[in-house]
Structure formats: C-alpha cells, structure tokens
Nanobody
Framework: QVRLVESGGGSVQAGGSLRLSCAAS????????MGWYRQAPGKQRELVAE???????NYVDSVKGRFTISRDNGKNQVYLQMNSLKPGDTAVYYC?????????WGQGTQVTVSS
C-alpha cells in the first residue's frame, strides 16, 4: 500500500506559478512511473505529466514548455513546477504512482487560475 499526499495547490492569476508536491509513504525508487493528472469540472481526468524510473518525461501538449515534472527518490517526492498558468489549467491535480503491483492515487489538490 502506498499513500500519496499532494500539496501546493491554490489560487493564482494567469501568468503566475505554482509548485505542486507529492509525498509518498514509501520508497518510489521502484515505481515504474510517477505522474500528475488533472480533472476539471465536467471533464475526464487527463495525464498532465509523468516521469519514469529512468527519468524520462512525458507531457500533454497543452503544458509543454510551461510545466516541469521532477522526482526525488531520496525524499520519496514528486514535484510539478507550473509556470505561465492559464485559466484552462484550473482543475484538481492528482498524484499517481504506478508500481508493478498496482496504481495509487492521492486525494488531489485544487489549482484555480483566474484571468
């Protein structure tokens, strides 16, 4: 079992920045991938960014060049640096950990971007 706790969400104006953190209750060294997803009202949850065990990253097109995902295996944490935020980035952001034995989710953190 893995518990994930997100933090760092909040309300910002367009063009601002936020840094999300995800703390895992156990080592993420063996995680196949760590990811950030988001779900806006009335929309399906979508993958925003992921980072694999070898450090490879993948981003949804809408955030490329603005968001950066990173992981610190020593601290069992994953981060999402979000710059140049847009109103369209408003959503609940969820941390995900993908292990060979299962997927785990955090409770989510709200990000609200006003114009």
């Amino acid at each position: 079992q893995v518990r994930l706790v997100e933090s760092g969400g909040g309300s910002v104006q367009a063009g601002g920045s936020l840094r999300l953190s995800c703390a895992a209750s156990r080592s993420i060294f063996n995680a196949n991938a760590m990811g950030w997803y988001r779900q806006a009202p009335g929309k399906q949850r979508e993958l925003v960014a992921e980072i694999t065990a070898d450090g490879s990253t993948n981003y949804v097109d809408s955030v490329k060049g603005r968001f950066t995902i990173s992981r610190d295996n020593g601290k069992n944490q994953v981060y999402l640096q979000m710059n140049s935020l847009k109103p369209g980035d408003t959503a609940v952001y969820y941390c995900n950990a993908n292990f060979i034995w299962g997927d785990y989710w955090g409770q989510g953190t709200q990000v609200t971007v006003s114009s």
